[in-house]
């Protein structure tokens, strides 16, 4: 566990963390997917997948770069916060913006919820092909701008699942 400021860094489960709010590396469709996504459904079960189908019938889903919330279900988090990442097409297509939107829309959005602790994961990472190293870079640098302009936010955490990425941030966070 590695601490800067409001930021901590932790190798793990998103799926296991108490806090007011985790983030879900999720698909435009809300509906469940692979990966973090995958495991967040599962593990916080039925009740999550009711609320973004009530999202997905109230507004279509959500769009690449943007935010939704849900409660947490069966997870310890009180809340989820979805985010539809970028997909990695070479950089050519606003990826690095899309992604920064995703940061900047999921503690946006926890502000308006009250949510003083929230949880990261690597977004757009794994099968969307995101650069890791960019991926952390553009991560760090919006949530640590975010957190020099607002005081609610207690706490936010980086949660790794793997080895490289906690490195990566690891160095990005000294």
Known sequence: MKTAGAIR?????????????????ANSSLMGGGGVDGAIHRAGGPQILEECRAIVARQGGCKTGEAVITSGGRLPAKNVIHTVGPVWN???????????????????????????????????TGIYGFPKPEAAEIAVTTVKNYLEQQQLLQQVIFICYDDENFSIYE???V
């Open 9 to 25: 860094l932790l190798k793990g489960d998103i799926t296991k963390l108490e806090v007011d709010a985790i983030v879900n590396a």
């Open 90 to 124: 070479g950089g050519n297509r606003n990826e690095p913006e899309l992604l920064a939107s995703c940061y900047l829309n999921s503690v946006q959005l926890a502000f308006r919820n009250r949510i003083s602790t929230i949880a990261f994961p690597n977004i757009s």
């Open 171 to 173: 160095k990005l966070l």
